[in-house]
């Protein structure tokens, strides 16, 4: 099965990922790999160029630096922060799968249906307001949206359906560049506008395409053993403020390529970026 990362930089000279981050999209890419197909990343031209410093660019079976094109597209990148991955899934021939660069898959797994998430989310959660609370500009929500739809979290998606795809996107693309929130609003106030266009119009675009979604596990398997996935987009906040515990992730993150992946350990010994890691001793 065919998946695809994404990685944004918005071609900023100061880009830089965490060590905890360098060894989950490591594992992400070669877990993957292992037990369900190809991987490709998807970036821009700063993005590329890191990785290639870092030596990390042939995690990936091939990378693409068509998110240079974003540039152009009129919507504003610090509301919309995962535009890049709805643009990558513009170019994806289906069937495919999106994945986090966060987010790891540890088994193979079989998709029998045209839609799967990871999980819903609650859409009584407080960053899913009503219509009401969007302001844009020269466009309107359509009148049948089903606003009582529990929301899709899309940090893994499988499509199957070319026809969903292409009605999630086109809306989603007129949505981002038409938003205008008021100037006062940042930070929690504007996370509305990129849950809604991203997980809750992906519940509605389903039901109007009379698509059916799977949810492939639920909040409290992700935060249990995790056996099948792993995703550490709420730790983030701390490992970012407790350098020791995110250290102890790396350690274990470099235990389990070294188990998994036995071939790549001498490769990542010797990396910058990740061989502090790999001294066990």
């Given at each position: 099965?065919?998946?695809?990362?994404t990685?944004?930089t918005?071609?900023?000279?100061d880009?830089?990922l965490a060590d905890f981050?360098i060894?989950?999209?490591i594992?992400?890419a070669?877990?993957?790999q292992?037990?369900?197909?190809?991987i490709f990343?998807?970036?821009?031209t700063?993005g590329k160029?890191?990785?290639?410093?870092a030596?990390l660019?042939d995690?990936?079976?091939?990378?693409e630096?068509?998110l240079?094109?974003?540039?152009?597209l009129g919507?504003?990148e610090n509301?919309?922060?995962a535009?890049a991955?709805?643009f990558?899934?513009?170019?994806q021939?289906l069937?495919?799968?999106?994945i986090d660069?966060?987010?790891?898959?540890w088994?193979?797994?079989?998709?029998?249906?045209?839609?799967?998430?990871?999980?819903?989310?609650?859409?009584n959660?407080s960053?899913?307001p009503?219509?009401n609370?969007?302001?844009?500009k020269?466009?309107?929500?359509?009148e049948?949206?089903?606003w009582?739809l529990?929301?899709?979290n899309?940090?893994?998606?499988?499509f199957?359906d070319?026809?969903?795809?292409?009605?999630?996107v086109?809306f989603?693309?007129?949505?981002?560049?038409?938003?205008?929130?008021?100037a006062?609003q940042?930070?929690?106030?504007l996370?509305?506008?990129?849950?809604?266009v991203?997980?809750r119009?992906?519940?509605?675009c389903a039901e109007?395409c009379?698509?059916?979604?799977?949810?492939l596990?639920?909040?409290e398997?992700?935060?249990?053993?995790?056996?099948?996935f792993?995703?550490i987009w709420g730790?983030?906040?701390?490992?970012?403020e407790?350098p020791a515990?995110?250290?102890?992730?790396?350690?274990d993150?470099a235990?389990r390529i070294?188990?998994?992946?036995?071939q790549?350990v001498?490769?990542?010994?010797?990396?910058?970026?990740?061989?502090k890691y790999f001294s066990?001793?």
């Open positions: 099965m065919r998946a695809f990362h990685l944004r918005k071609n900023k000279s880009f830089a981050e060894f989950t999209l594992l992400s070669l877990e993957w292992k037990h369900n197909g190809e990343l998807y970036t821009d700063t160029n890191f990785l290639r410093e030596e660019l995690l990936w079976d091939g990378v630096t068509s240079d094109e974003m540039d152009k919507m504003d509301i919309f922060w535009g991955k709805l990558a899934l513009s170019k021939p069937p495919c799968v999106m660069l966060d987010f790891i898959v088994r193979s797994l079989n998709f029998d249906c045209k839609l799967a998430v990871i999980h819903r989310e609650s859409k959660l960053c899913y009503d219509k609370y969007f302001r844009l020269n466009f309107s929500l359509p049948n949206l089903n009582s529990d929301p899709c899309a940090a893994l998606v499988y199957g070319k026809n969903f795809v292409a009605r999630y086109e989603a693309f007129e949505f981002m560049r038409a938003a205008e929130p008021l006062n940042s930070g929690w106030d996370l509305p506008y990129m849950v809604f991203e997980q119009w992906f519940a509605m109007l009379g698509v059916e979604v799977q949810s596990s639920d909040l398997e992700l935060f249990g053993e995790q056996k099948t792993t995703h730790y983030k906040k701390f490992f970012r407790n515990t995110a250290e102890k992730f790396c350690r993150c235990g070294v188990h998994d992946f036995p790549t001498e490769k990542f010994s010797r990396l910058p970026l990740t061989k066990f001793s």
